[in-house]
């Protein structure tokens, strides 16, 4: 029913295998003729696992009701910037408060399927929470690495309270990913960073609850970090066409934080390959990724779909995140960076302002509390005594 095939020379790889012998990332194919859709595309009862008939697991999967994540409508923002229709999809609403969750359910199931005792990722905090989460349903045992003081607390919280090994890297997230990979090969232990592809899986189901409740907007813009979401994405829409569910495929536009922009550089200068940043550096610590392992898929998903790449400083990545906030929608600083690409984006006429835009929130506001103590300062603080708060609301 599936393979996993490599996305350069496209040979077949064992289920188990993360990348090809020729040093390339692999994909999950279908083989859509013998794929019996059993979904209706009716809005109705989303969540990841609907989509199971396009999903690569043959045992019941774990599951913790992930997906069916809320789709907002930014009535003011449209006005103020005169497209048609904003829509926000609230990813920070999954179990753990981040979309890794959807493609955890997937990697921790093909886990137990592989027979795996342990799993292990390397993390700027939200896979790490995921990972940790979805072992723990799984009685799997759980590693983390993750770049020591770099990793937003409410993260590296979860992963504690979930049960996974914390381990501090003196060192980037690039380096945390190096040293997991290799740990893996020689422990057999079963990773479940993004160059993971059944993580994906999982993820492209963001991109078919969209259509499943909306229909096909004219773009979709995300936060870039490692690169596997905007992949995922376009992966889901891709095999909705290509069942003929779907007539046309959205612009994927990735947008990345400006100390942490690789993808970017690479887009604005026509390439394909990207070169990595030494020392990324961004207040959105969920993307302050340097070597994105998934840089050449989430490439080729912008070029193909005719997207873009675009850049946000930290500044607008805080403006944007107080926006959402305004809306009743609470992210983390990174899952504002969508928004933040938008704005810059339509004030520089690049978004048709006849056009349906969905921006993916990507995580939940209190992932970072210490970020949102910072910008927005501490409360205020008086006796007990009602005439000094009468004097605070008057
Ligand atoms: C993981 C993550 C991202 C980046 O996703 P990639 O697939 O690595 O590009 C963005 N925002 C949040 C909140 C995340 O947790
Ligand atoms: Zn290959």
């Not at 289920?15 to 012998?21: D, P, V």
């Not at 921790?108 to 790490?128: D, M, Q």
């Not at 030494?278 to 989430?298: H, L």
Request: glycine residues 8%.
């Amino acid at each position: 029913m599936y393979t996993l095939q490599c996305v350069e020379c496209g040979k077949e790889n064992k289920e188990t295998n993360y990348n090809c012998e020729c040093g390339s990332l692999l994909e999950v194919r279908f083989d859509f003729d013998e794929v019996s859709v059993d979904f209706k595309l009716d809005g109705r009862d989303l969540r990841v696992w609907k989509y199971r008939s396009l999903l690569p697991v043959k045992s019941d999967p774990v599951t913790l009701k992930e997906g069916g994540t809320p789709l907002y409508r930014l009535e003011r923002l449209e006005k103020e910037l005169g497209i048609r229709r904003i829509y926000v999809k609230h990813e920070g609403l999954n179990p753990s408060g981040s979309f890794k969750d959807r493609g955890m359910t997937v990697g921790i199931t093909k886990a137990l399927e592989f027979r795996k005792k342990a799993v292990a990722c390397a993390s700027t905090g939200n896979t790490s929470a995921s990972m940790a989460m979805y072992a723990a349903k799984a009685g799997l045992k759980a590693f983390v690495l993750l770049p020591a003081g770099k990793v937003a607390l409410g993260k590296v919280a979860q992963a504690l309270m979930h049960g996974a090994d914390v381990i501090g890297i003196k060192g980037n997230f690039d380096d945390a990913l190096r040293i997991v990979r290799e740990v893996c090969d020689k422990a057999d232990i079963y990773l479940l960073n993004s160059v993971n592809p059944y993580r994906l899986e999982g993820q492209k189901t963001i991109a078919f609850e969209i259509v499943d409740e909306l229909g096909v907007p004219d773009a979709v813009l995300l936060p870039v970090g490692n690169a596997g979401n905007i992949s995922a994405i376009y992966k889901g829409f891709k095999e909705f066409k290509e069942l003929g569910l779907i007539e046309r495929i959205p612009r994927m536009i990735g947008i990345q934080a400006e100390g942490a922009s690789p993808i970017y550089k690479a887009f604005k200068e026509g390439r394909r390959e990207i070169t990595p940043f030494a020392n990324p550096e961004t207040i959105a610590t969920a993307i302050r990724i340097g070597n994105p392992v998934n840089a050449k898929k989430a490439l080729r998903a912008i070029y193909e779909s005719k997207g873009l790449a675009e850049i946000v400083s930290d500044e607008e990545i805080v403006s944007a995140q107080k926006i959402l906030a305004k809306n009743g929608i609470g992210v983390e600083p990174a899952s504002a960076s969508s928004v933040a690409g938008l704005i810059k984006l339509a004030k520089m006429g690049k978004i048709d302002r006849d056009s349906t835009v969905v921006c993916v929130a990507t995580g939940n506001l209190l992932k970072d509390p210490e970020t949102v103590i910072k910008v927005c300062g501490e409360p205020k603080i008086v006796d007990a005594e009602i005439e000094k708060v009468m004097a605070l609301v008057t």
